[in-house]
């Protein structure tokens, strides 16, 4: 993903550039920007994580279909909701946003929900592969995608006063 290796530190530095490794660099992430197939932690930005990927991103769509759908059944809706702004503080890890949080005046009841989008899928077997990331594991010290809700699930729900908020 980075083919432009620097090889000293002078002012005006000399870089090696594989016209190959560019080619399939710049090929990579166009296309992984256009499928929708780079997770959203491969960018190092907010902006680019969060504006720019969220705008991009064909889930966004169906994200707004399930806001729109609860919406119009009577439930309050917001998207991509820091914690930060859930819990009036600075969570010990990274839990990302809630994608959709939904409640209702007349009931007790809040819906963290999580989209995911499964179109670039071919077939049977890519779904599988794509789903195979939601175990609800850690491994290595990582957190699969699952394991990141689940957690974002417990927070908030240990944190009920300031989810009612």
Same mark, same amino acid.
């Given at each position: ?10 002012? &005006? ?13 710049? %090929?990579?992430?166009?296309?992984? %920007?256009? +499928? ?13 994580? !969060? ?5 991009? /991103? ?7 279909? @399930?806001? &729109?759908?609860? *919406?119009? /059944?009577?439930? !309050? ?14 969570? &010990? ?8 949080? %939904? ?16 179109? *670039? %899928?071919? /077939?049977? *077997? ?5 789903? +195979? ?27 009920? @006063?300031?989810?009612?908020?």
């Amino acid at each position: 993903m980075r083919p432009i290796v620097q090889v000293d530190e002078a002012d &005006d530095p000399l870089l090696f550039i594989p016209p190959y490794s560019l080619r399939k660099g710049f %090929a990579y992430l166009f296309d992984g %920007a256009h +499928s929708d197939t780079l997770d959203q932690s491969f960018f190092q930005t907010g902006e680019m994580r !969060n504006d720019w990927w969220g705008s991009a /991103n064909e889930g966004q769509q169906f994200e707004t279909s @399930v806001k &729109d759908e609860l *919406s119009g /059944n009577g439930w !309050n809706v917001e998207g991509n909701v820091p914690l930060t702004k859930i819990l009036n503080r600075k969570p &010990d890890i990274d839990y990302v946003s809630v994608v959709v949080l %939904a409640w209702r005046a007349d009931m007790q009841e809040v819906l963290i929900v999580e989209c995911k989008k499964l179109q *670039s %899928a071919r /077939n049977y *077997s890519e779904i599988g592969a794509m789903l +195979s990331e939601y175990q609800g594991e850690t491994k290595a010290g990582k957190r699969d995608k699952l394991k990141r809700h689940l957690d974002r699930v417990d927070l908030l729900s240990a944190n009920c @006063v300031e989810l009612g908020r």
